[in-house]
């Protein structure tokens, strides 16, 4: 088992992001990656354990239930790319099953240095696989692992954990298309989707009574006051879930207590807040089967098999490159 890690130099688009969000007219907003700094991984993590959370389990059973019959319908050499590995627990399932039958090479694609770290840790004792990390955006790094393509191998690309959710909507079919732009015919996309189910599930599911999506959500600002020097007082915001019936998504905002002014000084900006305005920090679209089966139609895949969780309505879904 070999692991390295590829790093480029750290993003400067931080400031950017943040400054572009806050001074726009209208609904202001922050881009949900930046949730996902080490503080906002491990309490990702700590997400993913909650009762009301059943996403993460959800994927885990189908993906540890039907890894077998998953990697049996992708034959031949592939190498697995991974999209947002997370900590890489759910994806010890798919490698385990064609380590029963193929040396392969992993590529856990992340922005997170924190949560590539954790892949590697969790994943390091599978023999007959090797793990080249890619910190990277998605798009980029599967560029590069699609340039590492031998003669005859396919890329079994995973996208696990419901992430093409926190796309907006059609972002998320747009996205689809730019990762079928990189793939070849016969490649795969095993994609898993949160779907619908009712309201008050969905609400306890993003504002939990412990408050670990609240210190989620919250620490988008933190993190901007510690990379760029602003002045948030994280009291004077509070976390709030709500559903969009139009949309079909949960969406996290953060409001303001008060009318209240905040410097950040690495963005050069001084933000006016009302009392009760709001920042959006994430959508989190609810899938139906056949809401899925089209949008990879619309991206240039056929879905070749879906599989779905009785307990937390979930859904992986196995595309083909056409
Ligand atoms: C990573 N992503 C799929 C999570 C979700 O459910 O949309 C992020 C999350 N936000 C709040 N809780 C979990």
Redesign the pocket.
């Known amino acids: 088992m070999l692991t390295t890690a590829i790093v480029p130099h750290a993003s400067a688009e931080f400031a950017t992001d943040v400054r572009n969000g806050l001074v726009k007219r209208g609904q202001k907003e922050l881009p949900?990656k930046y949730?996902y700094d080490e503080v906002g991984s491990r309490l990702?993590e700590v997400?993913s354990a909650l009762p009301e959370?059943g996403?993460t389990r959800a994927d885990e059973r189908l993906l540890r239930k039907h890894a077998a019959e998953i990697v049996e319908r992708v034959p031949g050499a592939v190498m697995v790319a991974e999209l947002?590995s997370?900590s890489g627990k759910k994806t010890r399932w798919i490698l385990e099953a064609l380590s029963h039958h193929r040396r392969t090479a992993y590529y856990p694609i992340e922005i997170s240095a924190t949560a590539l770290a954790m892949c590697r840790r969790e994943l390091a004792d599978i023999d007959s696989i090797s793990i080249v990390g890619f910190e990277r955006e998605y798009l980029d790094g599967l560029l590069e692992v699609a340039a590492r393509r031998q003669d005859g191998q396919r890329i079994l690309v995973l996208f696990l954990?419901?992430?093409i959710?926190?796309f907006d909507r059609p972002a998320d079919v747009g996205f689809l298309r730019e990762v079928r732009l990189i793939l070849q015919p016969g490649d795969a996309l095993l994609v898993g989707t949160?779907l619908e189910k009712p309201v008050p599930q969905l609400i306890d599911?993003?504002n939990d009574p412990l408050g670990v999506?609240a210190a989620?959500?919250l620490n988008l600002l933190a993190r901007i006051n510690r990379e760029l020097g602003a002045d948030f007082v994280l009291n004077q915001f509070t976390h709030e879930?709500r559903f969009n019936r139009e949309t079909g998504s949960?969406e996290?905002h953060l409001r303001s207590a008060e009318d209240q002014i905040v410097s950040i000084h690495r963005a050069e900006i001084s933000v006016p807040f009302l009392k009760n305005e709001t920042i959006w920090t994430?959508t989190?679209h609810k899938y139906s089967l056949h809401e899925v089966v089209c949008m990879a139609e619309d991206a240039g895949f056929r879905c070749e098999a879906q599989w779905a969780d009785r307990e937390w309505p979930f859904a992986e879904n196995l595309l083909i490159a056409e």
């Open positions: 949900s949730l990702f997400i959370y996403v947002g997370g954990g419901s992430t959710g926190n949160d599911a993003y999506t989620f959500n879930a949960i996290m994430e989190s």
